[in-house]
């Protein structure tokens, strides 16, 4: 699992394009920087950002195009008045007149200020026909932008966009000026940012990453290449050490951080998730067990006994990294709950994988070197909930369990299991305490120019951030990025690379095969198998709102191994052929399942959409 499997809307993006005629435009059509407000009269923070805004106007002048969209605030019974009364103007100088006066008229907004304003656009002086006529033009503007503010992923007021791309920096004049003139540092980051918010992209990295190890295989310096991830790396302390190869860092030590994110969205979907409740639980996770005993059978019945039997686990995982940047890619085509549906399959085919590694392609386990996991139990028995001690404990984990026996990479999966979780936060106190410190704050402001905010302050601001996240949201968060962009394609860089020649299939037929349609063909039969078995003896609800056709789809896209197929047929198969052909066999059969997936979702949307014309 990568952090890209989370299908909700990231809204990043301004949904409609600014609109002289719809839009209400401070600045000069050709101004370099756009300026995009979604903001509520009745809020407390859009009347105290609206002097803000004016500064930053007043600084870059006919650089900047300011528009003002409503999203009025939840929970006001004032908040949506106002904001058909500002778009009853009869022009767009009247609206900013009203706008104006709505944010600065009073301190806070009241019945009295609407009145007046009323009084200014002459809405008290329309006869009835005409103020109705008005009414409704506004309440049609207003929706609009309510629309529009939910498109963009608009969560709170205000909310800024800055040439079309929500910024969710601090409001202050020079951070606000920084990100619209586009300093350097803004910039680098403002594209990462859009790359990781794209969700195809951990797949598309991971696709690229793979490729590139499978030319520079094939290359001239594919000798080169292989040497280097042999290259020995350690550690000496004396006369003892600690060495592996690049390729065993990796294998080893680096995917840790990728197990140790798998069983953190474990924890989260079965506390939190979408696993957290048995009716929504029980189809995927009957679906996910077929779709991992139905491949490994079939390998098994393909496979005679010997060397290669131990290889049955290889099709049994599914890579979820490119299965949701293909099901990204299609966008509308596929129903919401056919997305959480494959979503959380994925994570009980992780639970599988994990068991299956850690039973069945471990060492013997010797228990005397396990101590570091009571030193975690210790931990979180006693509350603690800072990170960094889990994170040290985890580190003396990895090593104790490189030793143990137990393959090194599954100390992630134990660690993740002792990070804690806490209660939600009483949001309101929380702020209302971080509120009365700044305020503090701001009265010496003279002090803070010269000296900085006072270490109090600062101490019980990051106590309250710390109290905002759970330890395990928190190292989630963290460290899901650094698996997806980092760690999966180093993985495959280092282990997708496999000599092309007609020599490594000689005597491998039948394995390519075996895992080829374990893959391919056992997975979506196991999901449509299982799912209707589920459903068919009540166990399991199959939602109206995806077709047996499209769940067969899902499916198919759940053949595509990748990450933990490669990762489990390296411990399957210790011979450099036997690993070289699965790992073709592994690229084919994720090749094929995705032209297959593709295909049936597409045909089945098309389908659907014809039968309802």
């Excluded at 310096?221 to 280097?228: I, Q, S, V």
């Excluded at 990748?562 to 994720?590: C, E, R, W, Y």
């Amino acid at each position: 699992m990568t952090a890209t499997s989370d299908f909700a809307a990231t809204g990043v993006r301004l949904d409609r394009p600014v609109d002289d005629e719809l839009d209400h435009i401070l600045g000069p059509a050709q101004a370099p920087i756009t300026l995009v407000e979604y903001g509520s009269y009745a809020c407390p923070h859009c009347r105290a950002a609206n002097e803000r805004i004016t500064e930053v106007r007043n600084q870059l002048g006919d650089r900047l195009r300011y528009v003002f969209r409503h999203r009025p605030l939840i929970g006001s019974d004032i908040a949506r008045p106002a904001a058909e009364l500002a778009e009853s103007a009869a022009s767009h100088a009247q609206f900013w007149d009203a706008h104006v006066s709505l944010m600065t008229r009073s301190h806070t907004l009241t019945e009295d200020d609407l009145r007046a304003v009323a009084d200014t656009l002459g809405l008290t002086r329309m006869d009835a026909d005409r103020a109705h006529a008005v009414a409704e033009r506004a309440r049609e503007r207003v929706a609009r932008d309510i629309d529009s503010a939910q498109a963009s992923g608009v969560r709170y007021t205000p909310t800024f966009f800055i040439n079309g791309r929500r910024y969710d920096g601090p409001w202050d004049e020079s951070s606000f000026t920084d990100a619209m003139l586009g300093s350097l540092g803004h910039r680098v980051r403002t594209a990462a940012l859009s790359f990781a918010s794209w969700a195809p992209s951990a797949g598309i990295l991971l696709l690229l990453a793979s490729i590139l190890a499978m030319v520079l295989t094939n290359s001239r310096l594919g000798a080169d290449f292989e040497a280097f991830w042999h290259t020995g790396f350690g550690f000496a302390f004396g006369e003892t050490g600690f060495r592996m190869s690049l390729l065993h860092w990796v294998n080893d030590a680096l995917l840790t951080i990728f197990f140790l994110v798998v069983g953190l969205e474990i924890k989260r979907e079965f506390t939190v998730g979408h696993l957290a409740s048995r009716r929504a639980a029980a189809l995927p996770i009957a679906a996910a067990i077929g779709g991992m005993a139905v491949p490994a059978l079939i390998y098994l019945m393909l496979i005679p006994a010997g060397p290669w039997s131990l290889g049955w686990g290889v099709p049994m995982a599914t890579d979820t990294a490119f299965a949701v940047a293909l099901v990204a890619m299609l966008g509308a085509r596929v129903p919401v709950e056919l997305r959480i549906f494959l979503t959380a399959a994925a994570i009980v085919d992780d639970i599988g994988a994990i068991l299956v590694v850690a039973i069945f392609y471990s060492g013997d386990l010797h228990a005397g070197y396990l101590a570091a996991t009571g030193v975690l139990v210790l931990l979180n028995r006693a509350g603690i909930y800072r990170v960094l001690p889990y994170m040290l404990t985890g580190v003396a984990l990895w090593a104790c369990v490189q030793a143990g026996g137990l393959h090194a990479t599954l100390a992630g999966v134990i660690l993740a299991a002792f990070i804690p979780t806490r209660p939600p936060p009483d949001y309101t106190t929380l702020a209302m305490q971080a509120e009365a410190i700044l305020t503090t704050e701001a009265q010496h402001r003279g002090e803070q120019f010269r000296h900085g905010p006072s270490a109090p302050a600062l101490e019980a601001l990051d106590a309250i951030h710390d109290r905002l996240e759970s330890p395990a949201g928190r190292m989630l968060r963290n460290a899901a990025p650094r698996s997806s962009y980092l760690v999966l394609p180093i993985f495959a860089l280092a282990n997708a690379g496999v000599p092309i020649s007609t020599d490594v299939f000689s005597q491998h037929g039948m394995l390519v095969f075996a895992i080829v349609a374990g893959l391919s063909v056992g997975k979506p039969l196991g999901f449509i198998l299982a799912s209707a078995l589920a459903v068919r003896i009540g166990l399991a609800h199959k939602p109206d709102a995806y077709s047996w056709r499209q769940l067969a789809g899902a499916g198919t896209l759940a053949g595509i191994g990748f990450t933990m197929s490669l990762f489990i047929a390296g411990q399957a198969f210790p011979l450099a052929g036997d690993f070289a052909v699965a790992k073709i066999a592994v690229f084919a059969a994720s090749v094929l399942s995705s032209v297959l997936g593709v295909a049936m979702l597409w045909r089945t949307q098309a389908r659907q959409t014809a039968q309802a014309a």
